[in-house]
């Protein structure tokens, strides 16, 4: 590969896990992971990590404030399967057990530059009242084997889940040669999805 003729292009990413809003709950930590298209492969950082445990601070907005940083670069050839980062969030219930507190999933943005997202988070529930009780008799409640599945359309239509609490990330992006092999990213967020067809779908519907 020769810098006037490339033949893949690169997506830097770094930023931070930066707070989180859950209502209710406290002293949380998060894990994250990166889901992507078959086209790409993590060049340098890190794919997966796991935050320290916070505490709701004493503002009146109650954060949990994470300041957990990401730094990760892909090459791939091809758009398709845009990057997504899969954020899950863990606590204690009553009886001390780690339990799932919400999973949730963004893309990572197209366009250069700083940017803020607030996810919307969610967790899964049992599906009938026998269910919940024995999971609560239990002190494990509804959970994923895999977190990536949140990024993932396949069965996610027959799974049940209550929404519960945000995750706010920062991200500072930066694209190496994409203009160079056709692709666009200079504009606003919007413009991108009609240079980069199909990244706005989550990977794997």
């Given at each position: 590969m020769t810098s006037n003729n490339p033949s893949v292009f690169l997506l830097m990413v770094n930023g931070q896990i930066e707070s989180a809003n859950f209502p209710g709950y406290d002293d949380l930590y998060c894990k994250y992971c990166f889901v992507y298209g078959h086209d790409w492969a993590p060049t340098s950082g890190l794919e997966e990590g796991i935050s320290q445990i916070t505490s709701k601070g004493r503002d009146s907005c109650q954060r949990l404030v994470w300041n957990f940083p990401l730094d990760i670069t892909f090459k791939s050839t091809n758009p398709f399967g845009w990057p997504q980062i899969v954020v899950s969030v863990y606590g204690p219930d009553a009886f001390g057990n780690d339990v799932v507190r919400g999973?949730?999933?963004?893309?990572?943005?197209?366009?250069?530059?700083?940017?803020?997202?607030?996810?919307?988070?969610?967790?899964?529930?049992?599906?009938?009242?026998?269910?919940?009780?024995?999971?609560?008799?239990?002190?494990?409640?509804p959970e994923y084997t895999d977190p990536k599945v949140v990024a993932q359309g396949e069965g996610r239509d027959v799974t049940r889940v209550r929404s519960q609490g945000f995750v706010t990330l920062q991200f500072n992006i930066v694209t190496k040669d994409m203009k160079k092999l056709g692709y666009d990213t200079t504009s606003t967020e919007q413009a991108p999805a009609t240079h980069l067809a199909g990244t706005e779908q989550p990977y794997g519907t």
């Open positions: 999973y949730g999933a963004v893309h990572v943005p197209l366009t250069p530059g700083r940017h803020t997202k607030t996810i919307p988070m969610f967790v899964p529930e049992s599906t009938s009242r026998l269910q919940k009780f024995t999971s609560w008799l239990m002190g494990r409640r």
